[in-house]
């Protein structure tokens, strides 16, 4: 177990419907980033927040949105679901912001779009 | 910008040869670190090894070593006496200074025949 929490697990829904992924940091981890893995594109960095600021952005959609909330947690909507959405979604925590010591990654929440 | 090159999709082995995965990276920064991480048929990613920019020291543990050469930009991942279960998809990852995102490779897919 490496203490980074995301849920569910599995997710299948249909296209044009809207989900939310979810994410529990390592205890006393201040920082949460999302990654996408998909088919066609690996595993590629959408987000980055760092004690419930956006610190960066990867190559997020406009449809896809994150928040991080005062207990650390973080969520990640996404909407307008694409077929092509459909991805293995990662989620990571590390302690600070500036350093990639200690970044620890959740065992990812699979998105199927039918 | 920064990339990471993993040249070989796929290598199959039999069990007990010995296997190199290769990393080939680029970046602008002096500062940065170099990740391997191993993601079997369950999908979560393990952490294998951080390396940094400064530290040229190859690195074993047991039947895994790290050979890394700035000269060439490549940080290359051997395992000795492989195993059945080594079988699975290892990623070759770079982190700027900053620690904000990762950049991954796009996978070696590694199946080891017994």
């Known amino acids: 177990d490496s203490g980074v929490t995301q849920t569910p697990k599995h997710l299948i829904t249909a296209t044009g419907q809207r989900v939310t992924l979810r994410c529990s940091p390592r205890?006393?981890?201040?920082?949460v980033y999302w990654y996408q893995q998909s088919l066609d594109q690996g595993l590629q960095f959408l987000i980055h927040?760092?004690?419930?600021?956006?610190?960066a952005k990867g190559n997020i959609l406009e449809r896809f949105s994150a928040q991080q909330f005062p207990d650390l947690h973080s969520e990640l909507n996404l909407s307008s679901l694409e077929l092509g959405d459909s991805a293995l979604y990662f989620c990571?925590?590390?302690?600070?912001?500036?350093?990639?010591?200690?970044?620890?990654f959740g065992s990812g929440t699979r998105l199927t779009v039918v | 910008a920064q990339k990471v090159t993993q040249a070989q999709t796929e290598i199959s082995v039999v069990e007990k040869e010995d296997v190199t995965l290769d990393c080939v990276y680029e970046?602008?920064?002096?500062?940065?670190?170099l990740f391997w991480y191993k993601q079997p048929p369950s999908g979560e990613l393990v952490f294998l090894i951080r390396?940094?920019?400064?530290?040229?020291q190859n690195e074993i543990s047991g039947r895994y070593s790290w050979n890394f050469q700035k000269s060439t930009s490549s940080f290359n991942f051997t395992i000795t006496a492989s195993q059945v279960v080594d079988s699975a998809v290892y990623f070759c990852?770079?982190?700027?200074?900053?620690?904000?995102?990762?950049?991954f490779g796009t996978g070696t897919s590694l199946t080891v025949i017994p």
């Open positions: 990571a925590s590390s302690p600070l912001w500036g350093t990639p010591a200690g970044y620890t």
């Open positions: 205890s006393g981890d201040l920082s």
């Open positions: 927040y760092y004690n419930g600021e956006e610190r």
């Open positions: 970046t602008r920064d002096t500062t940065y670190y």
């Open positions: 390396r940094n920019s400064f530290d040229e």
């Open positions: 990852a770079l982190s700027e200074n900053t620690g904000n995102q990762f950049y």
